[in-house]
């Protein structure tokens, strides 16, 4: 196990140089010049030559990721070209909104997906079933930001500004900054409409897999067994039946990672949020070549090392599994 794990550690650096790269190179290919969105409209060649030498645009496009990468290892992720504040340090300070976020998110599908399969997979052909199979149809076709502005609609306005409708509260101990909302109240109710709106679609998807799952895993002979042993329905179900059902879906789960990250650009610009999701989309729109790294950066990690967990979780969940 302490072999494989090493490996895989191993095998992260260079998954993670690849997608910088490919990251590095798109984003210098596009459209559009950080020169311009930093001096603005007005400005004379030798301004737009002396900028470029500032932040080594000038050179070749490899010889400027050298640079970059020569940095990255010494801690130095670079600094923003608009605001000229490290892109680390911007990071840090809106990673717990984001991480919050896709935490919360998860929490939320599963607690929807769960009880749905096991009652679906249990009572399959009844109106139970059918109704959990619809809701997960309408969910999984529904996308994100159509059901953060029916949730606006409904809570922020229709029940009179009952759940704020922007903005962030952090959590106590998790201000990055010396001024900042600090409440756990205040968080709950900044947090729980994005966090639904970003984890509906995620409690369909997981509901539809896990229900088949319980289905296959229910009419297998050990859980036969168990039954003509006298054991109870709860312990067969969750002791026998739900962990094993549940190594598909915490595959699944994930490659959702990628898709909670992707989503929570959407969530977090329609929330106006200050998380990853909009650095992210702002750094791309403003073509903050260091800052589109340091996110593209943050992305590519934490979806390697999450599917690691997932592979090491398999061996929870299964004792039969064991990596040499």
């Given at each position: 196990?302490?072999?494989?794990i090493?490996?895989?550690v191993?095998g992260i650096?260079?998954t993670?140089l690849?997608?910088?790269?490919?990251?590095?190179?798109?984003?210098?290919?596009?459209?559009?010049?950080?020169v311009?969105?930093?001096?603005?409209?007005?400005?004379?060649?030798e301004?737009?030559?002396?900028?470029?030498?500032?932040?080594g645009l000038?050179e070749?496009?490899?010889?400027?990721y050298?640079?970059w990468?020569g940095k990255?290892v010494q801690?130095?992720?670079?600094?923003s070209?608009?605001?000229?504040?490290?892109?680390l340090q911007?990071?840090?300070?809106?990673?717990?909104?984001?991480?919050?976020l896709?935490?919360?998110?998860m929490?939320v599908?599963?607690?929807?997906a769960i009880?749905?399969?096991?009652?679906g997979?249990?009572r399959?052909n009844?109106w139970a079933?059918?109704?959990?199979?619809t809701?997960?149809?309408?969910?999984?076709?529904?996308p994100?930001?159509?059901?953060?502005?029916?949730?606006?609609?409904v809570f922020?306005?229709g029940l009179?500004?009952?759940?704020p409708?922007s903005?962030?509260?952090?959590?106590?101990?998790?201000?990055?900054?010396?001024v900042?909302?600090?409440?756990?109240?205040?968080?709950?109710?900044?947090?729980?409409?994005?966090a639904?709106?970003?984890?509906?679609?995620?409690?369909?998807?997981?509901?539809?897999?896990?229900?088949?799952?319980?289905?296959?895993?229910?009419r297998?002979e050990?859980?036969?067994t168990a039954?003509a042993?006298?054991?109870?329905?709860?312990?067969?179900?969750?002791?026998?039946?739900?962990k094993?059902?549940l190594?598909?879906?915490?595959t699944?789960?994930g490659?959702?990672?990628?898709?909670?990250i992707?989503?929570?650009?959407?969530?977090?610009?329609?929330?106006?949020?200050?998380?990853?999701g909009?650095?992210?989309i702002?750094?791309?729109?403003?073509?903050?070549?260091?800052?589109?790294?340091g996110?593209?950066?943050?992305?590519?990690f934490?979806?390697v090392?999450?599917?690691l967990?997932?592979?090491?979780?398999?061996t929870?969940?299964?004792?039969?599994?064991?990596?040499a």
């Amino acid at each position: 196990m302490r072999v494989y794990i090493l490996k895989r550690v191993l095998g992260i650096v260079p998954t993670i140089l690849m997608i910088t790269l490919v990251v590095f190179v798109m984003m210098r290919s596009v459209p559009g010049d950080p020169v311009v969105a930093l001096l603005g409209d007005a400005y004379t060649q030798e301004d737009a030559v002396k900028a470029r030498q500032v932040y080594g645009l000038d050179e070749p496009m490899l010889v400027q990721y050298g640079i970059w990468l020569g940095k990255l290892v010494q801690g130095d992720w670079g600094a923003s070209i608009l605001t000229g504040r490290p892109v680390l340090q911007d990071v840090l300070v809106r990673l717990p909104v984001t991480l919050e976020l896709i935490v919360l998110s998860m929490a939320v599908a599963l607690a929807i997906a769960i009880p749905a399969a096991i009652i679906g997979a249990l009572r399959q052909n009844t109106w139970a079933d059918y109704a959990a199979t619809t809701v997960a149809m309408i969910g999984v076709s529904i996308p994100e930001f159509f059901i953060g502005v029916l949730l606006l609609l409904v809570f922020s306005i229709g029940l009179g500004g009952l759940l704020p409708s922007s903005g962030w509260v952090y959590l106590p101990g998790t201000c990055p900054m010396m001024v900042c909302g600090v409440s756990f109240w205040g968080n709950v109710q900044h947090v729980l409409l994005p966090a639904l709106a970003l984890g509906v679609g995620r409690a369909a998807l997981l509901t539809r897999l896990l229900r088949a799952s319980m289905l296959e895993v229910i009419r297998t002979e050990y859980v036969t067994t168990a039954r003509a042993k006298g054991l109870g329905e709860r312990p067969i179900v969750l002791k026998h039946a739900l962990k094993n059902a549940l190594i598909p879906t915490v595959t699944v789960m994930g490659l959702q990672v990628g898709f909670l990250i992707g989503g929570a650009i959407v969530v977090e610009t329609l929330f106006a949020m200050p998380g990853l999701g909009t650095f992210g989309i702002d750094a791309i729109i403003a073509r903050d070549y260091q800052q589109v790294q340091g996110f593209a950066l943050l992305t590519a990690f934490a979806f390697v090392v999450i599917n690691l967990l997932v592979d090491l979780t398999y061996t929870f969940l299964d004792p039969r599994i064991r990596y040499a």
